[in-house]
Structure formats: structure tokens, C-alpha cells
């Protein structure tokens, strides 16, 4: 071996250097700009904050409304995932008797998600520094309104088709969509935006939001059903349907 071949890296080594570094910029900058805003932010700072020198940041991304858009834009990527995953975890399977309590969990699921500390930070940055991003405002939609309306109708759209919903229209499924999420967030995710917590019991904001929608679009036998429901169990993902588990009071 040479000596000139012993002083180099290996291409793997400097493509992992190269991502790490890359990393490390993107998830300091985050962090800045969530708590600085755009126009406050100083490179310096996500300099230092990434360990990297300030010429680093600008031989990585160029410009400083580049770094925003790609280091926002990844924490899109990735909450948008994980809200995609709780907003389309309804069941598909279910009977009319067990619809109440699975919308209610699913329900339950979307506001505790929606209304979480990280993706509220990300909401407030959006609002204020959004229309920096390239995409906008289709990138950020699903995070200042409704979170992603189109999985949610998809989901209330298969209870239409078991017959658990009664939904005659696509421009009525586009307006139980968006009352579904209305009534389950009530104004809960205005108030965390702000920093105020809601009055009240979360869970019975729910309970009455899912009453409500149920009222307007829940089938017959959605509602026959709970009426003869016994209200001493809770409800397990079992053989393709939530089943009723009896509590221990009950097993005595």
C-alpha cells in the first residue's frame, strides 16, 4: 500500500460521514427554526447547535431558505407518516355493534396524535413561516386544518359499503368526513396552538362528538345495536372485528 492510498477514505466511509454531518445540520436547524421562527434564526446558531462550521451549512444547502425547506419539510415527511398511520387505523371489518366504541377509539387515537406537543410546534411554525416552503400550501394542508381528510372519508367510506353508515353522496361523504373530525377535536387543536388547554374532559368531548355524528349518519342497526350494548366491557382487534373483552368485575 502506498502512502498516498492510506491517507484517503474509503468512498462508503465518506458517503456515511457525509449523511451523518448532513443529518446532524438538518435536525439542529429544525430545532431552531421551531423556536426562532425563519426570520430570527441565525446560521451561526444551527452552526453551533450541529457542531459544523458556518461555511459547512452553506456548502451543504446553499442558502438559508433552502435549509428551511428541507429540514421542515423532512419533519413533514415524517409526522405526515405517522398521522397517515393513526388516521387510516380504523378497522375495516366491523358490525354495527361494535362501530361506536371502534369510531370512538379512532377518534380518541386522532385528537391525542393531532394535538401532541411535536406536531403542535410543527403546526405553529407552518402558520407563521409555511409560505416559505416550496409546495406550499399543499405540503402543510393536512396540518393546519382537518389532519388528511381523504383517509379519513376513505375509512368512513368502508362502513358505508358494510352498511354501518348511511352516506348517499360524494359531497355528503366529503361533509361527514370533515364533521367526523370536527366533532372528535372539538376546539382542541385551536386551543393547544395557543397554548391553552381545553375545558373539560377530553374524552367526553368525543363521546358527544361521535353521539352527534352518529345521529346523522349512523345506519339502523349502528344504533339498535347499542342500544341492547352492555357498557361493561372494553373492545379487543379480534378474528377481524373488535370483540367485547368482560372486565374483571364482571368475570367477579
Known amino acids: 500500500m502506498s502512502v498516498g492510498e492510506g491517507i484517503h477514505r474509503d468512498p462508503p466511509a ?99 396524535t393531532f394535538t401532541r406537543s411535536d406536531v403542535t410546534e410543527l403546526r405553529r411554525l407552518l402558520l407563521i413561516d409555511g409560505v416559505r416552503l416550496s409546495g406550499w400550501p399543499h405540503v402543510g394542508r393536512d396540518f393546519i386544518a382537518h389532519p388528511f381528510p381523504m383517509t379519513i372519508r376513505s375509512c368512513l367510506a368502508r362502513q358505508v359499503q358494510l352498511g354501518n353508515l348511511l352516506v348517499r353522496s360524494p359531497e355528503e361523504m366529503y361533509q361527514a368526513g370533515q364533521q367526523f373530525v370536527s366533532l372528535a377535536l372539538g376546539d382542541v387543536a385551536q386551543l393547544t396552538l395557543i397554548g391553552l388547554a381545553p375545558d373539560g374532559d377530553g374524552d367526553l368531548v368525543v363521546n358527544a362528538g361521535i353521539e352527534t355524528f352518529l345521529a346523522r349518519y349512523g345506519a339502523p342497526a349502528t344504533v339498535i345495536g347499542h342500544q341492547s350494548e352492555p357498557r361493561d366491557h372494553q373492545y379487543v382487534w379480534h378474528e377481524g372485528c373488535l370483540r367485547p373483552v368482560p372486565s374483571a368485575s364482571v368475570l367477579g
Open 14 to 112: 465518506r458517503s456515511r460521514l457525509h449523511t451523518g454531518r448532513q443529518d446532524r445540520i438538518l435536525s439542529a436547524a429544525y430545532k431552531v427554526f421551531l423556536v426562532d421562527g425563519y426570520v430570527a434564526a441565525k446560521v451561526e446558531d444551527i452552526a453551533a447547535r450541529a457542531e459544523v462550521a458556518k461555511p459547512t451549512i452553506y456548502n451543504y444547502f446553499g442558502t438559508k431558505e433552502r435549509l428551511f425547506d428541507q429540514a421542515v419539510g423532512r419533519a413533514i415527511k415524517t409526522l405526515r407518516a405517522e398521522l397517515i398511520t393513526v388516521t387510516g387505523s380504523l378497522p375495516h371489518r366491523l358490525c354495527a355493534y361494535h362501530l361506536r366504541p371502534a369510531l370512538t377509539q379512532w377518534a380518541q387515537a386522532i385528537t391525542s
